[in-house]
């Protein structure tokens, strides 16, 4: 079984930044892209980056030039760092793995439990 668990959501006012991470647990042959979605209260889940195992990387819109996603594929962990931080920015925050090849040929998708960011002053 292949877990992804994510960890350093909170509360931080506007400006502030934060650093969440999500690693990957269990029967890991390789993973494919990772990201981030996230999901405010009354909207739909989005994406908001994406990293390719190369390290090709992919935001929305509304988060360019504030926050970065990079990962350790050694450690089968995604990071995104979040700075200049805007209450919109308020959502439950979760780690995707898109393809997580436990055999060379068999693969699943994983998403974590969610983290809560609460950007507020």
């Known amino acids: 079984q292949v877990q992804l668990v994510e960890s350093g959501g909170g509360l931080v006012q506007p400006g502030g930044s934060l650093r969440l991470s999500c690693a990957a647990s269990?029967?890991?042959?390789?993973?494919?892209?990772m990201g981030w979605y996230r999901q405010a209260p009354g909207k739909e889940r989005e994406l908001v980056a994406a990293?390719?195992?190369?390290?090709?990387?992919n935001y929305a819109d509304s988060v360019k030039g504030r926050f970065t996603i990079s990962r350790d594929n050694g450690k089968n962990t995604v990071y995104l760092q979040m700075n200049s931080l805007k209450p919109e920015d308020t959502a439950v925050y979760f780690c995707?793995?898109?393809?997580?090849?436990?055999?060379?040929?068999?693969?699943?998708?994983?998403w974590g439990q969610g983290t809560l960011v609460t950007v507020s002053s």
């Open positions: 995707n793995a898109e393809k997580v090849y436990y055999t060379r040929w068999s693969y699943l998708e994983v």
């Open positions: 269990g029967r890991i042959f390789s993973i494919n892209a």
């Open positions: 990293v390719t195992s190369d390290g090709n990387t």
